[in-house]
């Protein structure tokens, strides 16, 4: 199953965006441990993951379950759910997860996704941005508005906690 989106929107993943363009953002920048090569990812979607959220329990049990969303589980909240959200606060995007599940459920898959798509563009010119960036790549628009910020202890812990994730993620990995 390649079908689970951890209820963020993939399109504006710093890494993703990272493994489409080559531009790292602060998010990104968080991982200057991590070999270039390595910040790539299909998405959460994808059977190609970046190998620091192979190892995210919400999609593998969304995978084992063969659910799309978790708002989609008969268990949804559950004590997963729940464990996961008080851990990955300290990374803003995550913030969003709750509002994005009562979206799908009330509105559907497609108007959020839409309007996920949208929010992820810059006003002034239309080009995708991501998660962290402080500014759109293509005319220079300041987007400290529009994305999230990682600051302070913040970045902190995200510099260590990220590339740990990464590791630990490399490790299960079978060889090629």
């Known amino acids: ?3 689970f989106n951890p209820d963020t929107y993939c399109g504006a993943c710093s890494i993703v965006m990272h493994g489409e363009t080559g531009r790292a953002d602060g998010f990104a ?19 190609t993951v970046y190998a620091g959220c192979s190892t995210c329990s919400l ?4 995978r084992e379950k063969g659910v799309e969303h978790c708002v989609n589980c008969a268990d949804y909240p559950c004590k997963m759910y729940s464990k996961w959200q008080s851990v990955a606060k300290f990374l803003p995007h995550t913030h969003e997860a709750a509002s994005s599940l ?15 798509k949208k929010r992820w563009l810059c006003p ?7 998660w962290y960036a402080p500014e759109c790549c293509k005319c220079g628009r300041s ?5 999230h910020k ?6 902190l812990l995200c510099r260590f906690v990220l590339p740990m994730a990464y590791r630990k993620g490399k490790e299960k990995r079978p060889t090629d």
């Open 1 to 3: 199953m390649n079908t």
């Open 29 to 47: 920048a968080c991982l200057g441990s991590v070999p270039k090569e390595d910040l790539a990812c299909g998405g959460c979607k994808s059977d």
């Open 59 to 62: 999609r593998r049990c969304a």
């Open 102 to 116: 009562e979206a799908i459920k009330r509105d559907g898959v497609g108007p959020w996704l839409a309007a996920q």
């Open 124 to 130: 002034n010119c239309g080009a995708p941005f991501s």
């Open 143 to 147: 987007l400290t508005s529009e994305a």
């Open 150 to 155: 990682i600051s302070g202890w913040r970045k």
